[in-house]
């Protein structure tokens, strides 16, 4: 038990810089004074003592102003910051070495008796205000933005901001788990910013077309050819100008495109999506149809989706994004 304080008070001079000397640790810190209340309570909910754990448990919400049901499940070293207002629900599984900032949310979003609240990984950090709903996984080492609403599962490492919840990239490798609450990245910014560098190239080129569109004879149409290692990269290539709408970055970087070849219809380009409910999936499979048929011309373009899990490993290894992050 008391190895088990040691490494609660060691776990707060490691996250917050602010903790000066042990006594004010112990005596003044909520989120420390919540999560060994919880111990107390979580032990009483293993053994059936089920009133004895609420009212724990409420004592506990009464004291420090952090809510924390005696079901949920937590490892060690997990830090509360400042604490007032997080919410942790019953089915709640929370990994080792979490960071919460105070307002932080795991709340459930079903009535049923059943597993309802996020499982989170080990070395996650939930910012400030943050939500997370429902019985969805958050990858080991994700960062969870402040303000942030999460409702879809979070990949390892990933960053997600934004309401709904976005995935941002994949944060730096660090010796330390924090957060830049004022370096976020903006995955909509980044591909409304893409979206406009493209639009003003496209308006140069139709503007130099218009002006020797009369001299030009329409060219003969594309010879079918075997899928080579040239025609093959220059399918890629157009595949590149493709953004992701919900990361913002191209298909081809992501690690999207798995195969292109020639079947006996025409080219045909497996994909897969970065969630598998990915509701802009229809406009992402006409995006990549529509670029390989600009390289291969009328013949026939067949995109089929293929059923595998994507993570940030398949995406390329210099695609690491956010200052401090």
């Known amino acids: 038990m008391f190895r088990r304080i040691r490494e ?5 001079f490691a996250k917050d810089p602010a903790a000066k000397t042990i006594w004010e640790v112990i005596c003044c810190y909520p989120g420390l004074h919540a999560i060994w209340l919880h111990q107390l309570a979580h032990f009483l909910w293993q053994r059936k003592l089920l009133f004895l754990g609420r009212f724990v448990s409420h004592v506990n919400r009464w004291l420090t102003g952090v809510e924390i049901h005696p079901g949920a499940k937590i490892g060690r070293r997990f830090f509360i910051d400042h ?13 080792d070495d979490v960071l919460m900032y105070q307002g932080a949310v795991l709340g459930g979003t079903r009535l049923e008796k059943t597993k309802r609240h996020p499982t989170i990984g080990d070395n996650v950090v939930i910012g400030a205000g943050a939500t997370i709903l429902g019985p969805i996984p958050v ?4 960062l969870i933005g402040a303000g942030s609403v999460v409702v879809k599962p979070v990949p390892i490492g990933a960053t997600i901001v934004g309401v709904p919840g976005h995935m941002a990239g994949k944060h730096a490798e660090k010796p ?3 957060l830049e609450h004022g370096k976020l990245p903006d995955p909509v910014l980044r591909t ?3 979206t406009l560098k493209q639009q003003g190239r496209l308006e140069e080129r139709v503007r130099e077309l218009e002006r020797v569109a009369s001299h030009i004879e329409p060219p003969p149409p594309a010879p079918k050819r075997a899928l080579s290692p040239a025609l093959e990269s220059d399918i890629l290539e157009a595949l590149r100008k493709v953004l992701d709408p919900e990361i913002g970055t191209n298909v081809v970087d992501l690690g999207l495109i798995r195969k292109i070849t020639r079947n006996g219809r025409g080219v045909e380009v497996r994909m897969v999506l970065t969630h598998s409910d990915c509701p802009l999936a229809g406009y992402l ?11 291969v011309g009328d013949e026939p373009v067949e995109v089929m989706l293929v059923d595998e899990v994507w ?3 398949d995406a390329a290894p210099d695609l690491i994004w956010g200052d401090g992050i």
Request: net charge negative; aromatic share 2%.
């Open 8 to 12: 609660d008070v060691e776990t707060v």
């Open 83 to 95: 604490g007032m207002g997080v919410v942790i629900g019953e089915t709640t599984e929370i990994g």
């Open 139 to 142: 990858g080991d080492d994700a």
């Open 176 to 178: 330390e788990s924090d």
């Open 192 to 194: 409304l910013s893409e």
């Open 285 to 295: 499979v006409e995006q990549v149809r529509r670029k390989t048929r600009s390289v």
């Open 311 to 313: 993570s940030w490993a």
